[in-house]
């Protein structure tokens, strides 16, 4: 499955923004999907995952009851909705698919990753 990520930008400390991830080339119903994101010098880590075929959300503690991960099956695109941002979550974002949500939440070796989308939340 190819993954373009799109939304991101530059937003106040405060604000809020909406990722996108749109899917192609494999039945989008057919895996977990997810968001990691790595901040400069930073080593990658998770920010949440869903499994399009049920279940709840999952999320990293940083960005629990701030971030909103859902997904529309009908257009193959999974989003983050991000409010309350803060300079901490200036990261370059990166979506990332994988059958198995355990493998999307630990990043390693999701089998897709898609180009990551920089989102710069300014103080």
């Excluded at 991960?69 to 979506?95: F, G, H, R, W």
Aim: with cysteine; charged share 20%.
């Amino acid at each position: 499955v190819q993954l373009q990520a799109s939304g991101g930008g530059l937003v106040q400390d405060g604000g809020s923004m909406r990722l996108s991830c749109a899917a192609s080339g494999r039945t989008f119903n057919n895996y977990a999907m997810g968001w990691h994101r790595q901040a400069q010098g930073k080593e990658r880590e998770f920010v949440a995952a869903i499994d399009t075929r049920g279940g709840s959300p999952r999320y990293a503690d940083a960005v629990k009851d701030r971030f909103t991960i859902s997904a529309d099956n009908a257009k193959s695109t999974v989003y983050l909705q991000m409010n309350d941002l803060e300079p901490e979550d200036t990261a370059v974002y990166y979506c990332a698919a994988d059958p198995y949500l355990s493998v999307v939440i630990t990043g390693a070796g999701p089998s897709n990753w898609g180009p990551g989308t920089q989102v710069t939340v300014s103080s």
